[in-house]
Nanobody, 120 residues
């Protein structure tokens, strides 16, 4: 079993910054991609950013130049630095990881979500 726990959400004014963290734990042998997704009220969940094990990244067009995803493989942790936040960034943010357990089985795990509210 692999568990992901997010932290760092909250209320911030437009133009402000937040840093989200997500730590994976459990029977992990290897983590491949680590993602951040978000879901705003009444909308579908969308991919915000992805980082591969080798630190290759890609971003949704709506966050390019404002958000930065990074990871620490020694801590099985992924981060999302969010700058120049806009009201439309308001959503529940979820991290996701895929990889292999110590028993050789593939896994895909999601965190429980952390709320980000951008409002004055």
């Amino acid at each position: 079993q692999v568990t992901l726990v997010e932290s760092g959400g909250g209320l911030v004014q437009p133009g402000g910054s937040l840093r989200l963290s997500c730590a994976a734990s459990g029977s992990i042998a290897r983590i491949n991609d680590m993602d951040w997704h978000r879901q705003a009220p009444g909308k579908q969940r969308e991919l915000v950013a992805r980082v591969s094990r080798g630190a290759n990244t890609n971003y949704a067009d709506s966050v390019k130049g404002r958000f930065t995803i990074s990871r620490d493989n020694t801590k099985n942790t992924v981060y999302l630095q969010m700058n120049s936040l806009k009201p439309e960034d308001t959503a529940v943010y979820y991290c996701k990881a895929d990889g292999t357990t110590i028993w050789g089985r593939s896994f895909v795990s999601w965190g429980q979500g952390t709320q980000v509210i951008v409002s004055s």
